[in-house]
């Protein structure tokens, strides 16, 4: 189980095609083919932007300032994320509206100008009617999370559903005290550079009701109880209000700010929703799938951008993905959040031979993310997994082990989407889902993946 030798990763320049690359890798791989078309950019990573939308008549047209809020809503049954944008300004909240085509990614915490048609507290923004002010621009640079951070659980419910599905000790177990609570999970996958604890509040019966799905007024009104119960919030980094199911609210699971400390968790109390939002709250989108099908067949990239589509929790390797079980962060996740050194990210730009760590262990001089450009602004990202701790409980036969994982991924300090690529699926005809992303062990086929323009090459045993 504590196998950690080191991958090691050749580079050559190919010969048959121009700026084409070899990538070697050696180790215990017993490896797989699968020939790529060309690169294409994964949908859903890229700059933040906003897109024109329908402006109704009867609406005011307004120009207002403030910041900016962003919120995941989770709908993990149905494979769903429903995006909110709140303007915060002095005069009080307004939801944004983008009509049908909402920009992919935006920084919470923003300064920003928003131009739109205002009815009621919702603005249809204007085209290009969102800007997003010079000193805005640091809230999208790479967060670093270190440290002890401290999380109120604050548990709520209404005057017409007083319901209490849990016990205020069951929320502090998922939370801080189970062999595999959220505080486990975030010092494990942080080498213990992020500590979490904090306490369970509640339950607190709101006169609100829970008719309509107003997570402000409801985080408001907890904290007010919490006050009048001699809690003082201030002391804590995060909260999350957790209530009993209620249908009115769309993300069945739960909701997080981006880079806000706010969450909410809507009849789940889990681990896997708790630490879900709070790598929102930290600043991490979801670690998703790509899925590309040319001429009716599987493939891992496509020529053509439109037969691929994002599958949004279809990475099964990180919370931020698709589980349970849930699965430490990956290389990307760490690095974004400022846990990797700048020796473990390596950029690979030319041939040559690399060595690629495992991503379990802290590992301060060794390479745990070897990078390749992927157009402009992205890149195809390795990730070496072993079987390790709570979390990372894979069986050494599990392909993942036995394989290197391939992400399309943006630089660390954009908040987009990473999407996994499926280099299994010529094993799984129709049915990829399960074993995606690694090069399986027991492959008949040559030792070589194809991506984009690198090629991996999977050598003898290591
Ligand atoms: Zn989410």
Same mark, same amino acid.
């Given at each position: 189980?504590?196998?950690?030798?080191?991958?090691?990763?050749?580079?050559?320049?190919?010969?048959?095609?121009?700026?084409?690359?070899?990538?070697?890798?050696?180790?215990?791989?017993?490896?797989?083919?699968?020939?790529?078309?060309?690169?294409?950019?994964?949908?859903?990573?890229?700059?933040?932007?906003?897109?024109?939308?329908?402006?109704?008549?009867?609406?005011?047209?307004?120009?207002?300032?403030?910041?900016?809020?962003?919120?995941?809503?989770?709908?993990?049954?149905?494979?769903?994320?429903?995006?909110?944008?709140?303007?915060?300004?002095?005069?009080?909240?307004?939801?944004?509206?983008?009509?049908?085509?909402?920009?992919?990614?935006?920084?919470?915490?923003?300064?920003?100008?928003?131009?739109?048609?205002?009815?009621?507290?919702?603005?249809?923004?204007?085209?290009?009617?969102?800007?997003?002010?010079?000193?805005?621009?640091?809230?999208?640079?790479?967060?670093?999370?270190?440290?002890?951070?401290?999380?109120?659980?604050?548990?709520?419910?209404?005057?017409?559903?007083?319901?209490?599905?849990?016990?205020?000790?069951?929320?502090?177990?998922?939370?801080?005290?189970?062999?595999?609570?959220?505080?486990?999970?975030?010092?494990?996958?942080?080498?213990?550079?992020?500590?979490?604890?904090?306490?369970?509040?509640?339950?607190?019966?709101?006169?609100?009701?829970?008719?309509?799905?107003?997570?402000?007024?409801?985080?408001?009104?907890?904290?007010?109880?919490?006050?009048?119960?001699?809690?003082?919030?201030?002391?804590?980094?995060?909260?999350?209000?957790?209530?009993?199911?209620?249908?009115?609210?769309?993300?069945?699971?739960?909701?997080?700010?981006?880079?806000?400390?706010?969450?909410?968790?809507?009849?789940?109390?889990?681990?896997?929703?708790?630490?879900?939002?709070?790598?929102?709250?930290?600043?991490?989108?979801?670690?998703?799938?790509?899925?590309?099908?040319?001429?009716?067949?599987?493939?891992?990239?496509?020529?053509?951008?439109?037969?691929?589509?994002?599958?949004? #929790?279809?990475?099964?390797?990180?919370?931020?993905?698709?589980?349970?079980?849930?699965?430490?962060?990956?290389?990307?996740?760490?690095?974004?959040?400022?846990?990797?050194?700048?020796?473990?990210?390596?950029?690979?730009?030319?041939?040559?031979?690399?060595?690629?760590?495992?991503?379990?262990? #802290?590992?301060?001089?060794?390479?745990?993310?070897?990078?390749?450009?992927?157009?402009?602004?992205?890149?195809?990202?390795?990730?070496?997994?072993?079987?390790?701790?709570?979390?990372?409980?894979?069986?050494?036969?599990?392909?993942?082990?036995?394989?290197?994982?391939?992400?399309?991924?943006?630089?660390?300090?954009?908040?987009?989407?990473?999407?996994?690529?499926?280099?299994?699926?010529?094993?799984?005809?129709?049915?990829?889902?399960?074993?995606?992303?690694?090069?399986?062990?027991?492959?008949?086929?040559?030792?070589?993946?194809?991506?984009?323009?690198?090629?991996?090459?999977?050598?003898?045993?290591?």
């Amino acid at each position: 189980m504590d196998d950690w030798s080191l991958g090691r990763v050749a580079l050559e320049r190919s010969g048959g095609r121009e700026g084409s690359a070899r990538l070697l890798l050696v180790g215990t791989l017993l490896g797989g083919s699968l020939s790529l078309t060309p690169p294409v950019l994964a949908s859903g990573i890229g700059a933040a932007t906003a897109p024109s939308a329908g402006v109704p008549f009867d609406a005011t047209t307004v120009t207002l300032q403030g910041r900016l809020d962003v919120l995941e809503g989770d709908d993990f049954t149905h494979g769903r994320t429903i995006d909110t944008y709140e303007l915060v300004t002095d005069q009080g909240s307004y939801e944004l509206s983008f009509g049908r085509q909402e920009p992919e990614v935006a920084a919470s915490g923003s300064f920003v100008t928003v131009r739109g048609a205002l009815a009621g507290s919702t603005i249809t923004v204007a085209a290009n009617g969102l800007t997003v002010a010079a000193s805005g621009a640091a809230a999208t640079a790479g967060p670093a999370i270190t440290g002890a951070k401290r999380l109120a659980v604050i548990l709520i419910n209404f005057s017409d559903n007083t319901s209490q599905p849990f016990t205020p000790a069951f929320a502090a177990g998922v939370a801080f005290t189970n062999a595999d609570s959220a505080a486990t999970y975030y010092s494990e996958s942080s080498w213990g550079k992020v500590t979490l604890s904090g306490d369970v509040f509640g339950w607190y019966t709101l006169p609100n009701t829970s008719e309509t799905c107003d997570w402000t007024g409801w985080a408001n009104a907890a904290d007010a109880a919490a006050a009048a119960a001699g809690v003082n919030l201030g002391t804590y980094d995060y909260r999350e209000y957790a209530f009993p199911y209620v249908s009115s609210c769309t993300w069945v699971a739960g909701e997080g700010q981006v880079f806000g400390p706010l969450s909410w968790s809507n009849g789940e109390m889990d681990n896997r929703v708790m630490a879900h939002e709070l790598g929102h709250n930290f600043g991490l989108a979801h670690a998703s799938g790509y899925i590309c099908i040319d001429a009716g067949q599987l493939v891992a990239l496509s020529a053509t951008t439109a037969n691929c589509t994002s599958d949004e #929790y279809g990475d099964p390797f990180s919370v931020m993905g698709s589980s349970p079980p849930i699965r430490g962060l990956t290389n990307f996740e760490r690095g974004r959040l400022g846990w990797l050194t700048a020796a473990n990210t390596l950029d690979i730009t030319t041939t040559g031979v690399y060595t690629l760590a495992p991503v379990e262990q #802290y590992n301060p001089t060794g390479v745990q993310a070897l990078r390749i450009a992927h157009g402009s602004s992205s890149y195809e990202m390795l990730e070496f997994r072993q079987p390790y701790g709570t979390f990372d409980s894979f069986s050494t036969s599990d392909p993942v082990v036995n394989g290197v994982t391939v992400r399309l991924v943006p630089s660390y300090d954009t908040y987009a989407n990473t999407q996994i690529i499926d280099t299994t699926l010529w094993t799984l005809p129709g049915a990829t889902i399960a074993r995606r992303a690694c090069v399986p062990t027991g492959s008949p086929m040559p030792r070589l993946l194809r991506v984009g323009r690198s090629t991996i090459r999977c050598l003898a045993s290591w």
